[in-house]
Structure formats: C-alpha cells, structure tokens
T-cell receptor, first 110, second 114 residues
Framework: KQEVTQIPAALSVPEGENLVLNCSFT??????LQWFRQDPGKGLTSLLL?????REQTSGRLNASLDKSSGRSTLYIAASQPGDSATYLC?????????FGAGTRLTVKP | DADVTQTPRNRITKTGKRIMLECSQT?????MYWYRQDPGLGLRLIYY???????NKGEISDGYSVSRQAQAKFSLSLESAIPNQTALYFC?????????????FGPGTRLTVL
C-alpha cells in the first residue's frame, strides 16, 4: 500500500526566503506526482504535475523535482511572499489509485 | 462562476440520517471524483467515475454511495451517517484518462455528524 509523507507538517519563514518542501512515498512504481496548494475554505489548486519519466517541472517561482528511485519529491519556492502562505500537498498516482500526503502548512511572514 | 461547485457548503446532521452531497461542473470533463479530508490525514479517495456509465470504488468507499446523473453531475450519499464521517468532502474533475491529468477541485463541503 502506497504511503505518502510530508515533512515538516508546518513551516514558518520570513518573506524573501527560498524554501523547500519535502514529499516521500513508499512505492516507487508511480505514474506521476502532483503538488497542490490549498487555501483555507477553498479546494485544492494544482501547481505542478511531474510524469514518472520526468525529473522536474517549473512554473514561475516554483520548481518540483522527482527522484523515483529514492521515493522523494521536493517543491522549491524561490523568493517567498506572504501570498504563498497556504497548505501544500503532494499526491502520487499509480494503478487508478491516487494517494495524498497530509500536507505542509506554510506561513510566510512579512 | 466557479467551474466546479459543491452544495451544500456546510451541513450538520444527526447520526442515522441520510444525506446527499452534490457536485456540478462546467468544465466539460468526463472524469469526476469524491474525496474526504481529515485533519492530519490528507485526502482519501471515496469513489470515482470516468464517464456517465462508469463508477469505481476508491480507498474508503464503505458507508458511501454515488450517482453520476449526467456528465456534469456527480453526487455522494451517506445512507446512514455516523460521527466518524465528519470531514471535509471535495469533488474534483479531470479531462484525461485516469489520474494522469490535472484535477480541478470544488470548494469543499464541511459535514458534521452529531
């Protein structure tokens, strides 16, 4: 059974700092991995999707990497802003089964 | 207007009651999903549907049922609600096969079972 873990559960940083969020999974046989953002009272918004054949994806200040062999993904956020404050979740997909991590709650202080 | 809507947004009910959560989408997607989110556990898949005639159980389908009334509508029912079904419920849609494309989420329904 696939298990997805995100560490840390919460992170607080000052504005402008670069930061890395971590996601690990137990079964390396995945088709893709997604990073989502969740704001309070709202649904999830997909940030980046990495196919199993890819090593990384970039969108603006966000860069996600994938290392299937070690069961790890990282989400790098450059020059963090208060508007980046949210919960970030990763999810892995394999065989019609999508598994989410519990998320990292990020606070960027002005 | 939002692409994926859920009604109601909040619901308080009592143990043993039947309740239905509704999801509608205007994205024209064939694939629809129901998840529940519990504190500290992330999201877990309840049911998913790849087209109107297709219904599949997810990780935690016990105690739930679904109906895909049309391409745009996918409802989740709790036949006899129990307190441990208190959670935040999300509907999502996607365009391509399986889970290999971006999923678009509704705003969620917060359900409390007393």
């Amino acid at each position: 059974k696939q298990e997805v873990t995100q560490i840390p559960a919460a992170l607080s940083v000052p504005e402008g700092e670069n930061l890395v969020l971590n996601c690990s999974f137990t079964d390396s046989a995945i088709y893709n991995l997604q990073w989502f953002r969740q704001d309070p009272g709202k649904g999830l918004t997909s940030l980046l999707l990495i196919q199993s054949s890819q090593r990384e994806q970039t969108s603006g200040r966000l860069n996600a990497s994938l290392d299937k062999s070690s069961g790890r993904s990282t989400l790098y956020i450059a020059a963090s802003q208060p508007g980046d404050s949210a919960t970030y979740l990763c999810a892995v997909y394999n065989n019609n089964d999508m598994r989410f991590g519990a998320g990292t709650r990020l606070t960027v202080k002005p | 207007d939002a692409d994926v809507t859920q009604t109601p947004r909040n619901r308080i009910t009592k143990t043993g009651k039947r309740i239905m959560l509704e999801c509608s989408q205007t994205k024209g997607h064939d694939r629809m999903y129901w998840y529940r989110q519990d504190p500290g556990l992330g999201l877990r898949l309840i049911y998913y549907s790849f087209d109107v005639k297709d219904i599949n159980k997810g990780e935690i389908s016990d105690g739930y049922s679904v109906s895909r009334q049309a391409q745009a509508k996918f409802s989740l029912s709790l036949e006899s609600a129990i307190p441990n079904q208190t959670a935040l419920y999300f509907c999502a849609t996607s365009a391509l096969a399986g889970f290999t494309d971006t999923q678009y989420f509704g705003p969620g329904t917060r359900l409390t079972v007393l």
